[in-house]
């Protein structure tokens, strides 16, 4: 009996498989990216008579091909486009929700009615005694004063702020003769009229105690979110919140609550053109709290229909019950639309 001696191999495959030695199979299992050394089980088993050894063999196994372009993900751009590009529908929204009608749209919140508590000086401010002003600097600002007597605007681009003007029953508190003003967070009381003619602009403004009117309307004025109230008409005078006289042009009266119930009081608001020229405005009346007068308010043609004035618009104003013969007396063509009682927000066609 010969003895045969036994040695171990090492057996490198060329290819993934099954290597199969003394009728075993042998599972080789290879991780991607790794060098990979597998033992072969089970081990094979030489047989040479009665004598038998085993095999170890080991495996060594070459990785298999990159496999990086088959699992790359799919491409992007058939993925992008479709979510990056909305459709062109969903961008432009439906005409209707950008149109409302005009009675809902113009008609001013009760809530939102200029008072004592928004017009004015604003509380807390300190103010600076001065007598009355003329004005002929331009961009002047006059800020936190409390003025006795009159200012007299000769200046472009002046500025009254925060201040108190008042006089003794004459006179027009803010006198524009050339070049314009804005008055904000203002009082104004005691004059014959509170502030006149043409170029200005009055926002939360508490007009008060004239003799007179409270404004007078010419071209180029805006009088906004302002009160006007407790008028004290000098004997034979009758009161307007606001009067226009003239073929006045660009004239805007906006959320303002004028409150004419007075015994004197001839109206809210008073638009006649009575010294003329003819004009093609526009005149804007809206968004307004009106009450008191004979009428509260008047638009009429100047001088029994030599004069008027064209694009007059009322929308949106709330009207009092408090006058004596009702609303409105209007001859003239006008474009209106949501004006109601402010009571019961009821519409009124004027």
């Known amino acids: 009996m010969h003895a045969i001696p036994i040695k171990k191999r090492t057996l490198v495959l060329v290819a993934t498989g099954a290597l199969i030695l003394g009728g075993a199979n042998v599972a080789i299992a290879v991780a991607s990216g790794t060098t990979a050394?597998?033992?072969c089980t089970p081990s094979p088993v030489l047989t040479?008579?009665?004598n038998t050894a085993t095999l170890d063999v080991t495996c060594t196994v070459p990785l298999p091909p990159p496999v990086t372009v088959t699992v790359t993900a799919p491409p992007v751009t058939t993925t992008t486009t479709v979510t990056a590009t909305p459709p062109p529908t969903t961008t432009?929204?439906?005409?209707i929700t950008t149109t409302a009608p005009p009675t809902t749209t113009t008609i001013s919140p009760p809530s939102?009615?200029?008072?004592?508590?928004?017009?004015?000086?604003?509380a807390g401010t300190?103010?600076?005694a001065s007598g009355g002003l003329t004005v002929t600097t331009a961009n002047t600002v006059i800020d936190a004063k409390d003025i006795t007597g009159s200012v007299?605007?000769?200046a472009n681009n002046v500025t009254i702020k925060r201040s108190k003007i008042h006089g003794s029953g004459s006179g027009n508190g803010v006198n524009v003769v050339s070049g314009s003003v804005t008055v904000q967070d203002s009082e104004i009381y005691g004059f014959e009229n509170g502030i006149a003619f043409s170029n200005w602009t009055a926002t939360r403004v508490n007009l008060h105690g004239m003799t007179g009117d409270a404004t007078k309307l010419g071209s180029n004025v805006t009088l906004s979110d302002s009160w006007v109230h407790a008028m004290t008409p000098a004997a034979g005078a009758h009161s307007d919140g606001g009067q226009?006289?003239?073929?006045e042009t660009n004239l805007v009266v906006r959320h303002n609550n004028i409150d004419m119930t007075c015994s004197q009081c001839n109206s809210a608001l008073f638009i006649a053109p009575d010294l003329g020229p003819n004009s093609n405005g526009p005149v804007t009346i809206t968004g307004n709290w009106l009450n008191g007068g004979n009428y509260t308010l008047y638009c009429i043609d100047g001088n029994n229909g030599q004069y008027h004035v064209k694009n007059i618009s009322i929308t949106g104003n709330r009207f009092g019950r408090t006058s004596a013969y009702g609303p409105d007396d209007i001859n003239v063509p006008i474009t209106q639309s949501g004006n109601v009682w402010d009571d019961t927000s009821t519409a009124l066609t004027l």
């Not at 432009?92 to 005409?95: D, I």
């Not at 939102?112 to 604003?122: E, K, Q, W």
């Not at 226009?244 to 073929?247: D, H, I, P, T």
């Open 112 to 122: 939102a009615i200029p008072n004592g508590t928004n017009t004015g000086v604003p």
């Open 152 to 154: 007299t605007i000769q």
């Open 126 to 128: 300190t103010l600076t």
């Open 92 to 95: 432009t929204p439906p005409p």
């Open 48 to 50: 040479y008579g009665t």
């Open 37 to 39: 050394t597998a033992t």
């Open 244 to 247: 226009m006289q003239g073929g």
